[in-house]
């Protein structure tokens, strides 16, 4: 797959697609409040297209650990008006980061065209909702849930883990009538995983491109650079750009970011020397 068909608008993914993300919330671990209203949100979407951003993540509810809970009508009103203001002058992709049914189905009726949901669709009705909608969706690998997921996560060996959660949710997917070239993996990266998880399924990421649907990594700003590097998540950047790199180079196809303009200018001057002809 090349090209990934959201709802009308194509998501190219011969090359890296870097995804911008965009949390319309007052809690998120690394923007909270930063683009709270409709406006600031808009602003912020142009802003990363302008620096080379190929999709827009959208997302109302934070999922960081401890973050709490809110109704879907909340959500909605966060995510709804910046959706249709951004489908209003603009044709580039926009995708809903959520758990919920009822927002899945909202955003793509209001033109969103990828559900990217941290739960995988296993949430109450949000299968049916994706289907429904006729759009691609991105599942996630994630022990726990938002709440209390780092609490204290084990695995035996974390890359068969998330390996087989991924493909069981894949076929469970292909099975209700989403197409397979309609399914992307995430691997969850800071989702009920400690920073040595995060190394491991790093360093083997490979394994999970095999399964055979384009992989979307997240690791802009996450917390294994503050543990490792004791840095402040506005500290992070040099350390972000690295990590997508290393992600592009073991096969990742889309990475979700907060710093466009850097991944972007990074990840397209890799891609020239990759593809360059002696």
Same mark, same amino acid.
């Given at each position: 797959?090349?090209? %990934? ?43 990363? #297209? ?31 008006? #910046? ?10 992709? #926009? ?11 909202? +955003? ?24 429904? +909608? ?11 849930? &938002? ?51 995060? %190394?491991? %399924? ?8 095999? %399964? ?19 840095? &402040? ?33 990074? #990840? ?11």
């Amino acid at each position: 797959m090349t090209v %990934l068909d959201c709802g009308g608008r194509p998501l190219e993914l011969g090359r890296t697609a870097i995804m911008g993300v965009l949390n319309i919330t007052p809690d998120s671990f690394s923007d909270g409040g930063l683009f709270f209203t409709a406006d600031q949100a808009v602003a912020q979407a142009r802003k990363m #297209v302008t620096e080379g951003a190929d999709i827009i993540d959208i997302g109302g509810e934070s999922t960081r650990p401890g973050a709490w809970a809110i109704s879907v009508q909340q959500e909605l009103d966060r995510v709804i008006p #910046v959706i249709e203001a951004l489908r209003a002058e603009s044709d580039i992709p #926009v995708s809903i980061d959520t758990s919920k049914a009822e927002v899945m189905a909202a +955003a793509v009726s209001a033109g969103a065209g990828l559900i990217n949901d941290v739960c995988a669709l296993q949430g109450a009705g949000a299968l049916e909702a994706a289907v429904n +909608a006729g759009v691609p969706v991105c599942l996630m690998h994630m022990q726990g849930e &938002p709440r209390t997921m780092q609490a204290d996560p084990q695995y035996e060996d974390i890359v068969a883990a998330v390996s087989d959660f991924l493909q069981q949710r894949r076929q469970a997917c292909i099975g209700a009538g989403i197409p397979a070239d309609h399914i992307l993996l995430d691997p969850g990266f800071g989702f009920g995983k400690a920073a040595e998880h995060n %190394l491991e %399924l790093l360093s083997r990421l490979n394994k999970l491109v095999v %399964l055979g649907s384009p992989v979307l990594v997240g690791l802009s700003r996450k917390s294994m650079i503050g543990s490792l590097l004791e840095l &402040p998540v506005e500290q992070r950047l040099y350390a972000s750009v690295a990590l997508a790199l290393f992600a592009v180079s073991q096969g990742a196809r889309i990475v979700r970011v907060h710093d466009v303009a850097a991944t972007h200018q990074a #990840v397209r001057m890799w891609e020239s020397i990759q593809t360059h002809e002696a």
